[in-house]
């Protein structure tokens, strides 16, 4: 597609519930990342994948959190037993290339999810 | 550890008059620096990017300017324009991007 298309824009959930988010990045870009921007703050790295694989995990906060990327293309972010805490913005970016190289990462608007 | 954060948060500018939004960050190894703009209910939006080799790089009324020495990266725009009000976040990318906190550009008209 023209962009990255992330899905749904608005998420309300009740605490305790679980929450899949789904990016649709870029056709062709190999690397998709993950991001969790809070109210006021700048995003915050959560995960990203190259292809299929996913080479990094480390701002994941909790294993409730958890991404997959299947085929290599589209992606879910899947957070289970949602907290309070949890409520944010997710943003997903692709990129053309690999990690290793200069990435200008586009980003799609964002799930906005509320968790009550 | 490495950090990335901007100076103000907050910035006031006549339309028509260029802004200055500055950035400083604390890893001396970063070799590459990227500005974002977010309006509100969009993602980030890349507007200009330089590697470390570069002290200076244009764009479409765009320049950002690096100084290795102070760690230190501003983004400049010349003749500001309403649409130009958001939310400005410098980021690094080693590969993943650590982004500050933002600076929020007002416009008056």
């Known amino acids: 597609g023209a962009g990255v298309s992330q899905s749904p824009r608005y998420k309300v959930a009740k605490r305790g519930q679980d929450v899949a988010l789904r990016c649709d990045p870029i056709s062709g870009h190999v690397s998709l990342f993950w991001y969790q921007q809070a109210l006021g703050q700048g995003p915050e790295f959560l995960t990203y994948f190259q292809n299929e694989a996913q080479l990094d995990k480390s701002g994941l906060p909790s294993d409730r959190f958890f991404a997959e990327r299947p085929e290599g293309s589209v992606s879910t972010l899947k957070i289970q037993r949602t907290q309070q805490e949890d409520s944010a913005v997710y943003l997903c970016a692709s990129s053309l290339g690999g990690p290793t190289g200069p990435n200008v990462l586009t980003f799609g608007a964002g799930s906005r999810l509320t968790v009550l | ?109």
Request: net charge neutral; charged share 15%.
């Open chain 2, 1 to 109: 550890g490495e950090s990335v954060g901007l100076h103000l948060p907050t910035l006031s500018v006549q339309e028509g008059d260029n802004s200055i939004i500055n950035c400083a960050y604390s890893n001396s190894a970063s070799d590459y620096f990227i500005w974002y703009k977010q309006e509100s209910g969009k993602g980030p939006q890349f507007i200009i990017d330089i590697r470390s080799n570069m002290d200076k790089r244009q764009g479409q009324r765009v320049t950002v300017l690096l100084n290795k020495t102070v760690k230190h990266l501003s983004l400049q725009i010349a003749a500001t324009q309403p649409g130009d009000s958001a939310v400005y976040f410098c980021a690094e990318n080693f590969p993943k991007l650590s982004f500050g906190a933002g600076t929020t550009v007002t416009v008056r008209a």
